[in-house]
């Protein structure tokens, strides 16, 4: 398996999904009805898919 470095594209997008989770966290953001962790679990499989993906 090769890994590759994620585009600058997935990582603005993952650190933007990891802050509204940050931001959830700490009870700045509370309309969105799931739980933080989950967000920054999204964050992290996106940029895990950045890295594995060849192109992504």
Aim: charged fraction near 0%; aromatic fraction near 8%; hydrophobic fraction near 75%.
């Amino acid at each position: 398996m090769n890994l590759s470095a994620p585009t600058q594209l997935v990582f603005i997008i993952s650190a933007v999904i990891a802050l509204v989770a940050l931001l959830m966290a700490i009870n700045v953001i509370a309309f969105i009805p799931v739980a933080s962790v989950w967000i920054a679990l999204v964050a992290f499989v996106v940029l895990a898919a950045g890295t594995l993906l060849k192109g992504v």
